[in-house]
C-alpha cells in the first residue's frame, strides 16, 4: 500500500523520461516481511501482516522524496512534520483476546502526510481475490490512478482523466493487512471522533501506532484501520475514513494482464576432468532450483539477473552471474575436488564460424625446464590435458599436480585470427575453488593468458594477445 502511493506521487511533477529517484528508505524495512500472521490464530487467509506495509513502505518514504525535489511545497523534515490527527486517550479498557484481523478485500478513503510533501488525499481499494490492490490519488490539481496485479508481478499507472498511461513490472507481495503480533495492546484513544485500540510498537531504527475499531458490516463485526502512524528517520501517517469490507471488482477491469515472459534454461554438467555426464547434481537459480538427470535439468525462469549455483558431492561448487532475456542452453563443466598444490585450468569457447567450418583452440602450456604439453604431447612433469574439444561449443582442461610455475596458452589451431569473437574464457581453480577467470578481449591467434603457479595455488595474469606461435612467456 505504501509502495503504491509513493510511486503515485512519483508520477506528479517528475519528467516522464526521468523518473524521481527513490530508495532513501530502501531496504531498511524488508526485513519486517517475517512478521506475519497473529500466532495465537489462524487467519481465513495468508497473513502478510504488518511486514508487507513494512516492506513496501520504503518504495513510498523515498519516491515522495524524489517527488518533493526541485518543488516548493509546504512542509518540514522528519519528525518535526506538523501531526495530521489528533489522538485524545480514553480509558482502558480489556484488551481483545486475539489481535485484530483487517478484511482481505476493503475499501477506504485514505489521506496521507508525507515528509517534504505534505497532505495527499486519495481512495485505496484491496482485492484480495484478484490479489490485487488500487489507489487514487490526488495532489496539485491531478489524479493518478494506480493498479497492481500481485499474482502478475504488473503495475499499471494513469494520470486521469486522459494522461500517459505505463504498464511496469513489480516484485511485490500482496499485502494481507493485520496488527503484528509484536505490537502490544496500548489502550484506548479517541482518532477523529472515533473510539479505537491503539497498538504500539519499538524496534529501534523504527517505531509506530496503529490505531483500528470494531464495526459492523451487513450485521457481522469486523475490524478497520483508523489511523497508522511511522517514525523513525521520518515520520508517515495515514487516516483511514469510511473503511468498509468489499470492493467493487470494476475497478480492476480493463486492464491488459500478460504476465512476465517466461523462458526455459537448459543446464548440462559434464566432469571437466572427462567430459562425462553428471547426475543428481543441485541447481539453484534465487531459489529457483531442481537436479540433474542424465545430466541435464532445465527451469523456467522470468527475464532479469540471476545468480547460477551448482553443487554436487565430489566437486567444487560452480558459481556465476546469468542475465536471461531468452532461451538459454548452456553446459557446466564441473571441477572435481583436488588435494592442496593441485589445480586445474579450463577454457571455454561457444562460437565456430558461420559458414559451417569450426575453431579448434587448444591449451598449450609449458615449464621452465622447456616441457610443453599441448594435443601433440598430452602429459609431461605434472601436467596433464585433460580434455580437449575440435569445435564449439567446446571446453577444455589442463591438470596441474604440484608442477610449480606453469606458463599457460591458449591458441586458434585454426590460425583465423579469432579469439575473443569465440566468446573464450579462461577459468583457474585450486583445491579452495575458483581462483582467476578472465575473458578474451582481442582477436589474434595465440593468447598469452598467465602463470599458473601451484606452490602457491594463485595465478599471475599477462593477458596478451600476438598471432605468433605458443611459446613461453613468464612476464
Sequence with gaps: MFGNFGNMMGGFGAPQQQPPQGGMMNGMMNGMGGFGAPQNQQPQQPQQGMGGMFGMMNAQMGNAMGAGAGMNIPGTFGNEMQAMVTVQPMAAKEPPQMIPIIPSDFTSDIKLNLPMIGQVTGKEHVCGELQAERQDASMFGQTVSTVKFFSYGLEFKQEQPNGPFNRESMEEEFPYYSVPPFARYVGCANVEGIETMHYNFDLGFVNGDIYVFESMYENKPFYALRYIKFGGMMTVEMLFDNFRPGVDMSLFEGFELVPPPVFPLSVQLRDASNGKAVDGAAVDLNGVSGSTTNS???????????????????????????LITAPILKTVYMVPV????????????TKDKTNNGSYDLDFHAFKRDGSHVYFRNMRANGIRYELD????????????????????????????KKMSDCNTKFTAFNSRGKC????????????????????????????????????????
Design 436 to 475: 582467476f577467470e578472465i575473458e578474451a578481449t582481442e582477436n589474434a591467434n595465440t593468447w598469452i593468458v598467465g602463470v599458473y603457479d601451484t606452490n602457491t595455488g594463485a595465478f599471475r595474469p599477462i593477458n596478451r594477445y600476438t598471432n605468433d606461435s605458443p611459446t613461453a612467456v613468464w612476464e
Design 338 to 349: 583436488m588435494p592442496e598444490g593441485e589445480a586445474r585450468c579450463l577454457f571455454s569457447w
Design 389 to 416: 574439444y575440435r569445435s564449439a561449443p567446446g571446453s577444455e582442461t589442463l591438470h596441474l599436480d604440484n608442477s610449480g610455475e606453469v606458463s599457460i596458452i591458449i591458441y586458434n589451431y585454426s590460425a583465423t
Design 296 to 322: 541435464k535439468v532445465t527451469l523456467q525462469l522470468q527475464e532479469g539477473n540471476y545468480q547460477l549455483t551448482i553443487t554436487k558431492d565430489g566437486y567444487l561448487q560452480h558459481t556465476e552471474n546469468l
